[in-house]
């Protein structure tokens, strides 16, 4: 059974983006990045962004969520931005010693998209 | 106040009940994230690791310091090497291994007592910057 709550993605240029707007679990977490591989297969997208200005807390289970999401889309040719790091999370993840290994962020929406273009440029 | 945690989302109640504590009590955004994701941490530990379990959180003063204080409590298998669980990237599975030392750094006292086939006890503490 699939549960109620959903993590919309959205087509923006040749990227996705999806923000996570409500606290991840268990199952949504799986459902959300099968559902972000199935999207990317669909549009062939070239890139990801995954919006976190939502979320006030980025413990070690979203990181491994997000660090899995990267590696699975990369596995896909597709290369992942998080946005919308807040300062105090930032601050937290250094100092938790969180590592966001191999994952690329940027400060919002815009600068994402940005390096996405870059990346694709090169 | 206490938190009954059993399953997932009584993580996220867990963690919002000390951020709005921490709010309360005139911490900094800073130190409410670092006490919500630290309690974050050993709140899913209950749920993932152990089992039938609270979160206790507290308004603690010593001398003219205020503090939060947070207790996580459970009745689960307990931990056999507490040494080793604290080791970062050390994990009995499923985990990144690194939330007990990340919730040791975000807090000023972290303290854990655990018993094989009894439960652990963690009790965590951070104070205000006067
Ligand atoms: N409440 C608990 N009850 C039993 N074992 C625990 C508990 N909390 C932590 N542990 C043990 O300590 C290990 C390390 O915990 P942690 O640093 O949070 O990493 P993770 O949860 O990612 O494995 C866990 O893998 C588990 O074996
Ligand atoms: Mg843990």
């Known amino acids: 059974m699939k549960s109620e709550e959903k993590i919309p993605i959205l087509r923006i240029e040749d990227a996705l983006l999806a923000s996570i707007q409500i606290p991840l679990h268990d199952k949504l977490a799986l459902e959300f990045q099968h559902d972000l591989m199935v999207s990317i297969e669909k549009t062939r997208a070239k890139g990801l962004i995954i919006d976190i200005s939502a979320i006030d807390v980025v413990d070690s289970f979203i990181t491994r969520?997000?660090?899995?999401?990267?590696?699975?889309?990369?596995?896909?040719?597709?290369?992942?931005?998080?946005?919308g790091l807040r300062p105090e999370i930032s601050i937290t993840l250094v100092e938790?010693?969180?590592?966001?290994?191999?994952?690329?962020t940027a400060l919002n929406l815009e600068k994402g998209l940005e390096k996405l273009r870059v990346w694709k440029s090169k | 106040m206490e938190i009954k945690v059993a399953c997932e989302y009584d993580i996220v109640i867990a963690r919002s009940a000390a951020k709005t504590e921490a709010k309360k009590l005139g911490f900094t955004i800073v130190d409410q994230t670092r006490i919500a994701t630290a309690i974050s941490e050993l709140a899913r530990n209950i749920v993932v690791h152990g089992s039938d379990g609270i979160v206790r959180i507290e308004e603690i003063e010593k001398g003219d310091r205020k503090g939060l204080e947070i207790w996580a409590i459970d009745r689960g298998p307990g931990i056999e090497n507490i040494e080793l669980a604290l080791k970062d990237g050390w994990t009995s599975g499923g985990g990144l291994g690194i939330g007990l030392g990340g919730a040791k750094r975000l807090m000023d006292e972290f303290e854990i007592q655990s018993e094989v086939g009894k439960g652990t006890k963690v009790r965590v503490v951070k104070w205000m910057r006067n």
């Open chain 1, 96 to 104: 938790f010693g969180v590592q966001f290994d191999g994952i690329e």
């Open chain 1, 65 to 83: 969520i997000l660090v899995e999401i990267a590696r699975m889309a990369s596995l896909m040719g597709v290369k992942t931005v998080i946005v």
